[in-house]
């Protein structure tokens, strides 16, 4: 079974830096891209920002410039430097990955547990 398991989340003071992490594991073919959304409290799930396999990227407006995506295929990991945060980048931060299963050759979309970001001062 194919999972993802994030890391990183915790609080965070206004103006710093927190690096989420996100590991996908089981049986994996290829994965075709890998992303991270957030949820706020009372608010819908978004789209933060994602990464295909060729490493094109695309980000939320309120986030560019001050948040990375980046990717490791030897390690089927990706990665979110986030800076300059903000009290409103305050949410649950999920990520996400649609990819081909190793056994079936499925194309599947799969998500994380979630892992919250607190920016409070």
């Known amino acids: 079974q194919v999972q993802l398991v994030e890391s990183g989340g915790g609080l965070v003071q206004p103006g710093g830096s927190r690096r989420l992490s996100c590991a996908a594991s089981?049986?994996?073919?290829?994965?075709?891209?890998m992303g991270w959304y957030r949820q706020a409290p009372a608010k819908e799930r978004e789209l933060v920002a994602r990464?295909?396999?060729?490493?094109?990227?695309n980000y939320a407006d309120s986030v560019k410039g001050r948040f990375t995506i980046s990717r490791d295929n030897a390690k089927n990991t990706v990665y979110l430097q986030m800076n300059s945060l903000k009290p409103e980048d305050t949410a649950v931060y999920y990520c996400?990955?649609?990819?081909?299963?190793?056994?079936?050759?499925?194309?599947?979309?799969?998500w994380g547990q979630g892992t919250l970001v607190t920016v409070s001062s």
């Open positions: 089981g049986s994996i073919f290829s994965i075709n891209a």
């Open positions: 990464i295909t396999d060729t490493s094109s990227t």
């Open positions: 996400n990955a649609r990819l081909i299963t190793g056994t079936t050759l499925r194309n599947v979309e799969i």
